[in-house]
């Protein structure tokens, strides 16, 4: 059976499942609840309330397997060039591995190089923290200023909020990344210089928004401490150490990336430096563990056990033969706010793909637009159309057995806690569920009081948010990605389309700069520039 085939199967089950509804599903089988739960480290995985069937499942996986995803999913890990467009290993799997463990990439063992780095962010954090390393005028470092975009920036700042009730070294970490001036200036508007490190994540280190904060960061300390040499305030997370040296920064201060972790995979690499400063090298790597533990479940379940494939393979009968373009994450714990922040990079920039391996197009519609907010917030926001719009949008709820809330009143905290979960849990109910206008509504309402139901949800829970669950969780998404990129037959570890607006804006930079040049701006952009270049 080939892959049409494999698809076409999967095409037949879901023509099977065209007029039933989940209630119905649940009527048909009464033991579907438990049979459709999955655990992997800590998460429970609830795939109960998803519109499909054991046959659907069994034809996804056959799917799976006829995509190549177990031998894809071994090569990754033992370091072949699978990001074939730039001929690349994927190996943000290494970042993890125990000490132990050896995957060899142009005659270096590359988990040598992890924990050789990983030793030397613990070493610093601890000498920050102590008061070893002082700033220009002898003053400790009691705030880190992580400056990076895309990946050096939504993974460690979606981890410092999920993880602050596991600050414990008395550093703040805080998150500057736009260009645009007003994001460094807030941040800077609560911090003195006196005691402020910046930590200059950038691959190439030559990343325009990267820089240009950067400069302005190295002026503002300069200016007001009123000393020239302020390279004690410097760090740098970068694969081009002469260019950070270069900028200004020690090379002991300099940790390395490597071109084989994409921006997108690389929370555990030392572009968690300002995380682990915040909440100390023993977290953090809690944190590696928790990834690890996910890593090893990906790795050896049976793929219709396994819960990365899973999640994966419903996200296609979703997207694919259900036809949802969209899809919600909607965490139940004020922690994980960025977290589909993250997940939109995560997911849209690895599979937002139109061309598949081979440079051709593609011949199946690709990433979701994947999007959310904080429960309880969004009930009071978008969850109309989620219950009665007319797209059926799928939702990952994601949610807690215990908060994280110490600094209140411990019974206050839990009864808040489970009033949250209480709507969490009613929540996945309703959408799938519905309810009938009920018969004491005037028959003038007609339509506006029915929840029409069969909206698909999966629930993902936990007993608490703590470092490890929080590596189990980035772990589970970072597979489901890899695998439904496999699926759909695209390379997930490049972004060509990131690159196009970075020349653009090149150009349009230059004509600001001179408009006496000869121009290749199209002729809606000149009118523009002229408009911000006369008002400006």
Known sequence: MGMSSAWNSVGAAANALEKATIGNLFSQNPARATSMMFSAGELLVDFSRQKIDEQALQALVALAKHADVEKMREEMFSGVAINNTEGRPVLHVALRMPARESVVVGAENVVSEVHATLGRMANTVERIASGTHVGSTGKAIKHVVNIGIGGSDLGPAMAMRALSAFAVTGIQAHFVSNVDPTDLAQ?????????????VASKTFTTQETMANAQTAMQWLQSGMNVADVQNHFFAVTARVDAAVQFGVLAENV????????????????????????IGAQ?????????????????????????????ALVGIWNRNFLGSASQAVIPY????????????QLEMESNGKRANRDGELAQHATSPVVWGEPGTNGQHAFFQLLHQGTDAIPVDFIGAARTTATALNAQSARDQHRKLMANMFAQASALAFGSPASTDVPAAQGEHRVFPGNRPSTT????????????????????????????????????????LGKVLAGDVLAHMANTSLETTLDHSTRVLVEWFLNNS
């Open 187 to 199: 941040v800077l508007a609560h911090v003195n210089p006196h005691e402020t490190a910046f930590v």
């Open 255 to 278: 940790f390395p990336m490597w071109d084989w972790v994409g921006g997108r995979f690389s929370l555990g690499s030392a572009i968690g430096f300002s995380l682990m400063c915040s």
């Open 283 to 311: 977290h953090f790597t809690d944190m590696l563990l928790g990834m690890r533990e996910m890593d090893e479940h990906f790795y050896s379940a049976e793929l219709q056990e396994n819960v990365p494939v899973l999640l």
């Open 333 to 344: 714990l004020q922690e994980l706010a960025r977290f589909p922040a993250y997940l939109q």
């Open 460 to 499: 993902i829970v936990f007993n608490e948010l703590n470092p490890r669950v929080l590596g189990q969780l980035v772990s589970l998404y970072e597979h489901k990605t890899f695998v439904q990129g496999c699926i759909w037959g695209v390379n997930s570890f490049d972004q060509w389309g990131v690159e």
